[in-house]
């Protein structure tokens, strides 16, 4: 079986996939961390593979950048693999002023400018957030970790180069605390599919600072939120 974006077997998929928007951020996780991965599909070199992790099959698959292209891997992922847990491991910029570069932040709730969860909602505002299981595993296994976590709510935008100059005073004075560019769309699918999503996400830039991580850093430097995500799975009971 093979969708328009996805050329995998049945079966290929586990039932809870780690979604960054990198493909080649997919790659480095099931060659460096995961045991046995294997390469189930390639189209569009949007690659994604299945492997193991502590005795656990998970999934790592690429979304690219934005809403529109992580939903339609994300639809066809639930649709016509039977995924059940969709976790997005990204990167984003931070808004809050006590968040530095490598930080970790678990976007509890998405607000967007993007009008995807209207469309789906009959036209009225959706609280687009993670699913409250995958937070409180996630959240367990980092205190338990002694691990720093920020928990928030995140922007979810369609511009990464927005026109808007009080874009960031506005998302500071709503206490949001990063930007990104698929959470809020990955909650209101999962939602409609009644699956489970969570964001959880490395801080890449800061937009007070305008410090900012190299773009090789972006593909490789997240190995420490993607160890985490993987525990807190484990834990949480979401990796069969
Ligand atoms: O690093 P990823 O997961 O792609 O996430 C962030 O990086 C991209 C923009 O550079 C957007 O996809 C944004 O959400
Ligand atoms: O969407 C994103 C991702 C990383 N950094 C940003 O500033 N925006």
Excluded at 65 to 90: C, D, F, N, W
Excluded at 91 to 111: E, F, I, R, Y
Excluded at 180 to 206: P, Q
Aim: aromatic content about 6%.
């Amino acid at each position: 079986m093979s969708t328009a974006h996805i050329a995998a077997a049945p079966g290929a998929f586990a039932q809870t996939v780690l979604l960054p928007g990198d493909p080649m951020r997919a790659r480095h996780i099931a060659e460096n961390l995961l045991i046995d991965a294997m390469e189930v599909t390639n189209v569009r070199a949007m690659c994604g593979f299945t492997g193991w992790w502590k005795g656990h099959k998970v999934s790592v698959m690429g979304t690219g950048m934005g809403i529109p292209s992580s939903s339609i891997y994300a639809t066809e992922l639930v649709q016509h693999y039977q995924v059940k847990h969709l976790v997005r491991v990204g990167t984003c910029g931070a808004v809050a002023n006590d968040l530095n570069l490598g930080d970790m932040l678990l976007a509890s709730g998405a607000s967007t400018d993007s009008h995807v969860n209207r469309t789906r909602f009959g036209g009225m505002d959706f609280a687009a957030i993670a699913d409250p299981g995958l937070v409180q595993a996630l959240a367990q296994e980092a205190s338990l970790q002694k691990q720093k976590l920020a928990i928030g709510n995140v922007f979810s935008t369609d511009l990464f180069y927005s026109p808007r100059n009080d874009l960031l005073e506005t998302l500071g004075r709503m206490r949001i605390l990063g930007i990104e560019m698929e959470a809020a769309g990955l909650y209101g699918l999962a939602a409609e599919h009644g699956v489970s999503a969570l964001a959880v996400l490395a801080v890449s830039d800061h937009l007070r600072t305008q410090q900012a991580w190299p773009s090789r850093q972006r593909q490789v430097g997240l190995d420490q939120l993607f160890r985490l995500t993987l525990d807190g799975l484990l834990a949480g009971g979401y990796l069969n």
